[in-house]
């Protein structure tokens, strides 16, 4: 379900409802996580971020009640929770209408939160064409009175209508961004007590907060340290390894391998890759057959069906591997120049006899190592690809152990070993 004063979270930071530091720590990690964490949530009110923030900020072992979560970004999130602040229209110094988060310094209230559609959520809260009115107006467009808004037209005889503000100098919101504490002014902290007390009510229901004791002067804690630690060892493990990336040893180079991002805190696996990507040859042959059509087709001209043939190639590798290029062109050259028996009925095309024809394939073979392993152990990428294929399957299979990921043996020996 969504809400017209749900916004994305980063659009809460950019007004100042997120910190961009955390007081607790100087730990750059801790603070890119939670932060960012934060940052990354779905959409969502305005005091809802601003708690989660505030909880973050507490500490790992912070456990703070309403009181003492009263500070700049919940007093902020409770100008926009009461509608004080809104998402509207303003002119700039050269007269012209902008978009924004706006607010009025008579304090008028600007915006009723009410279900809304993920596709109109973030619309602005009021039209543009309010700026200038001499008169304020709420409207219950729904005539249930939960659907207020704004506007600068209404009739005092009908209760869907209240008016709100009326002056001749007309209506001319204010910016908020630069503007913060004279905003901040126009609400009292009993009142943004309140907007913390709703928003821990929602945040515990909902499982984004924790509330560690009950009664009066209640404390909370943020809900996701669990996970911030757990990824925050991991990233300390990555930073530990003995080796240095970019390290050669017979053949095979030290990587970060997969890599985990979480608002740029990286997590490695550490994975030993070839230097040089690992190559073998395979000779493909082609051989030259006609199909029928089954159906054919109409000859409009004769007024009766015709059959339609194709030439079709079809393709088979023969059982040979090769780990240099040259040789493996050797081979198909010569398989090329041999001459078929002229005996028996070929397949001609345009007068030409067709042949099975050769050709070269190059394939990559996918080699990985655990970062952890001794490397000096192993032998070359090459060589630890050729002995799997013509080693005995026994053999294949404790080498590929060796690996991270199997490789198919295609080759060599593939009778089992007699016991």
């Known amino acids: 379900m969504y809400f017209t004063g749900y916004r994305d979270p980063e659009v809460w930071a950019d ?15 801790v603070t890119k996580l939670g932060i960012g964490y934060i940052r990354d949530c ?59 988060w706006v607010f009025h310094e008579n304090g008028i209230r600007l915006h009723w939160n009410r279900i809304s559609s993920y596709y109109s959520h973030d619309d602005a809260h009021f ?18 009175g939960r659907s207020w808004m704004l506007t600068s037209h209404g009739e005092e005889s ?35 007590l309140k907007c913390i007390n709703q928003s821990l009510n929602r945040m ?31 990233h300390l493990v990555t930073m530990a390894k003995q080796r240095k990336l970019g390290d050669v040893v017979n053949g095979w180079e030290f990587t970060k391998g997969h890599v985990t991002n979480k608002y740029g805190v990286e997590i490695c696996d550490h994975e030993w890759h070839p230097v040089s990507p690992v190559k073998y040859f395979s000779v493909i042959q082609k051989v030259p057959t006609i199909e029928q059509d089954r159906y054919g087709w109409y000859n409009h001209d004769k007024n009766r069906w015709e059959q339609s043939t194709e030439l079709r190639w079809h393709r088979t590798q023969l059982p040979y591997f090769f780990m240099d290029e040259t040789e493996a062109q050797a081979v198909v050259d010569e398989l090329n120049s041999h001459s078929y028996p002229r005996k028996g009925i070929g397949i001609r095309r345009n007068g030409e006899l067709l042949a099975p024809l050769h ?30 294929q013509l080693s005995a399957p026994d053999i294949a299979k404790e080498l590929n152990a060796l690996l991270k990921y199997e490789i198919d043996k295609e080759y060599g020996n593939i009778t089992q070993k007699e016991e």
């Open 204 to 234: 515990v229901k909902s499982g984004k907060a924790i509330q560690v004791t009950a009664g009066r002067g209640r404390t909370f804690r943020w809900n996701k340290w669990g996970w911030l630690d757990e990824y925050r060892q991991k």
């Open 127 to 144: 039209s543009a064409g309010h700026l200038g009115a001499t008169e304020l107006w709420q409207y219950d467009r729904g005539w249930s």
């Open 15 to 29: 007004l100042g409802l997120i910190g961009e530091s955390l007081s607790f720590t100087t730990d750059d990690t």
């Open 359 to 388: 050709e070269l394939t190059e394939n990559e073979v996918k080699m990985r190592v655990r970062g952890e392993v001794m490397i000096e152990d192993y032998m070359h990428p090459d060589e630890m690809f050729k002995r799997i």
């Open 42 to 100: 779905d959409v969502e009110c305005a005091m809802d971020t601003a708690v989660r923030f505030t909880l973050l900020n507490a500490g790992e072992n912070g456990e703070i009640n309403a009181k003492q979560m009263l500070n700049q970004h919940t007093r902020l999130a409770a100008l926009i929770e009461r509608g004080l602040a809104a998402d509207g229209w303003y002119l700039d110094d050269e007269e012209k209408k902008q978009r924004g």
């Open 158 to 192: 009908r209760r869907d209508y209240k008016k709100l503000w009326e002056s001749e100098d007309g209506f001319y919101p204010i910016p908020l961004r630069g503007n913060e504490r004279m905003a901040m002014n126009m609400l009292e902290d009993k009142e943004v």
